[in-house]
Structures are given as C-alpha cells and as structure tokens.
C-alpha cells in the first residue's frame, strides 16, 4: 500500500509516496536518533534497545538499521575503540 505525504519526516530528499514498511523505518530511525541525542553519555546498540523497548516492543536488528542509516548519513558517529554511538 502506498500513503501520500505532504511533508518529509526526517530527510529532505524523501519521495513524495512512501510505503507503510519505509514509514516505519522512518519513525525508528527518528526514535533512535532522539534517544542518542538526549542522552548524556555515549551508548551502545543494547543500551539503546532498552531505551527503545520503553516505548514499543522493539528487536535487536530494528535498532541496528536505524543506526546504519544514521552514520551513513552522517547524523551520528560510532566511537570503534568503545563500540558506543554519539551525536
């Protein structure tokens, strides 16, 4: 199924119809994003599953694809010598 949308929900060059599928992958993408950014230290991948699970039931690979996303985006970085994820 496609839905229309008038306005992007996290990147500027998303296309004018999406699917339910790559909405859904928008909307974890963001909710990763708001929990590194408000957070005060550094986290890994689990601490922020946990963050996540707070809020809808959530698996492992959903947090990973939102956080490929993001560093090859550029909105995050990943630290290799601690494994941890910072805005």
Not at 3 to 11: A, C, E, G, K, Q
Not at 27 to 37: H, S
């Amino acid at each position: 199924q496609i839905i229309s949308i008038s306005s992007n929900l996290f990147d500027k060059n998303l296309p004018v119809t999406i699917n339910k599928f790559e909405i859904n992958i928008l909307k974890n993408k963001e909710l990763v994003f708001n929990i590194i950014k408000k957070s005060s230290k550094n986290l890994t991948a689990y601490e922020i599953l946990d963050k996540l699970q707070k809020f809808k039931k959530t698996q492992p690979m959903t947090v990973y694809r939102a956080l490929d996303r993001l560093t090859s985006n550029e909105k995050i970085h990943k630290s290799n010598q601690t494994k941890r994820l910072k805005f």
